[in-house]
């Protein structure tokens, strides 16, 4: 009978197998025009990739780490009316979601190890994956049966990602674009002060839309995120690690939902 082994020798074993550079599968694809298209005029902390993964529904999931801030993120993008966000527990972490979201014959990037704060006991699954170099990249993913979304959860104009939240804002019904949105801050100092994560979600059913995530460092806010999302289609993002002041921005638009939360 196989020994067990406790969580700190597991982690151990697994922290010293063999590192591969990348996984051999298919870098994940997108519709040409259909991706979200990150901008450049305004300085953002470099987004290090640890993994990058394709589903059979469509849904584009990157999990990353800041460069200088050293935060953790976790973007989702989908196309309305065809899918809809897998990692849907918001208070699971980035590695519990990872583990979640994949099966077993993915690996896990060795950088995902340490993003559970000291103590955190290790996750059983662990003991049947195993461990490699980022970035993983990985393309026709099954959707996960385990998920709280399913095959044929899809989103539309009106729905939200999470509730409880601290704003919610929705378009026009029946007519998405018939309510404009004004340009619009979310500042965590609003919703208790310093949080360790900044959730945001935003759909376009409209015109133009522009995602952009902040955190405060040093009595100034430094930009972590910032991406076009295309006409019909959405993004939901989870940025954090460690207690910040923070702020989500929205610029004005038509037809948009823009749902978030601070949190821990």
Avoid at 60 to 76: I, P, T, Y
Avoid at 245 to 257: A, E
Wanted: with cysteine; net charge neutral; hydrophobic share 35%.
């Amino acid at each position: 009978m196989a020994r067990v082994l406790s969580g700190r020798a597991l982690l151990a074993v697994l922290v010293v197998l063999p590192t591969l550079t990348a996984w051999n599968a298919a870098p994940a694809s997108a519709a040409a025009g259909s991706g979200p298209v990150a901008y450049d005029d305004e300085q953002v902390d470099r987004d290090v990739e640890l993994a990058r993964l394709g589903y059979r529904n469509g849904v584009r999931v990157v999990f990353s780490r800041d460069e200088l801030s050293g935060d953790w993120g976790l973007r989702q993008d989908g196309e309305m009316g065809r899918n809809a966000p897998l990692a849907y527990d918001d208070k699971q972490s980035m590695l519990q979601a990872y583990l979640t979201i994949t099966p077993r014959s993915v690996p896990v990037p060795r950088a995902l190890l340490s993003e559970p704060p000291a103590g955190t006991p290790t996750p059983p699954e662990l003991a049947y994956r195993s461990i490699v170099a980022s970035p993983v990249v990985a393309d026709d993913l099954a959707v996960p049966t385990s998920s709280a979304m399913s095959t044929t959860a899809v989103r539309t104009c009106w729905d939200l990602y999470w509730d409880p939240y601290n704003w919610a804002e929705l378009p026009g019904y029946p007519n998405p674009a018939s309510v404009w949105h004004p340009a619009k801050t979310y500042y965590s100092s609003d919703f208790g002060g310093m949080k360790m994560y900044s959730y945001s979600y935003l759909a376009n059913c409209g015109g133009d839309a522009r995602h952009r995530i902040y955190y405060k460092s040093a009595g100034s806010y430094y930009k972590h995120h910032d991406y076009a999302v295309a006409y019909a289609h959405w993004q939901a993002v989870k940025k954090g690690s460690v207690h910040r002041y923070r702020k989500v921005h929205y610029d004005g638009n038509s037809g948009d939902t823009r749902n978030g939360k601070y949190y821990g």
